[in-house]
């Protein structure tokens, strides 16, 4: 683990200043408590993620799960637009194409613009067992709630949703990619 990150992810972001932490301890543990609670969710969101890649198919590792949800979302895209939007290796994301294709979920064919790049699509087979895996988590999550009033699930999917595109105008700003 990285100090500082309980989920052990490396430390990328800048350097924010603390000055303003020590003036409220209250709003100082308000982040904190957030710090945490998103650092297990993320834990736990990576867990999740492989389990599920080895629903869609066995061997696959939750990398190409994440891969194959980005395809069948924003898709078809070259191989290296997939690389910068996971901010992953090419090497990495190139293992996990191969055995999204070989698995079938994947169709890989050469750009019309450009031969030499590959264009990557989710094929009939990965969007239907994508979606199925996606309904079920999804009634997981009703299941789950069901006790929450529809105002409270509907705020923190837009709180989420705030938080996402802070994230993302974040990464936008260091030039760090995005993912999805």
Known sequence: MTPGNPDGSPHVEEHVSTATTTADPAAHEAHVQLEREIALLLRRARAIQGRLAGELHSGL????YGLLVLLDDAGPLRASDVVVRLGLDKSTVSRQVASL?????????????DGRAQVLSTSAEGHRRLS?????????????????PTDDVAALGSLLGRLNRLGEAREAQMGTPTQG
Not at 61 to 64: F, I, L, M, R, V
Request: no cysteine; aromatic share 6%; proline share 3%.
């Open 101 to 113: 294709v070989d698995a079938g979920l994947v169709d890989r064919v050469a750009d019309p613009d």
């Open 61 to 64: 590792d939750g990398a190409a």
């Open 132 to 148: 199925e895996i996606r309904d079920a988590r999804r009634a997981r999550w009703e299941a789950d709630l069901a006790d929450w």
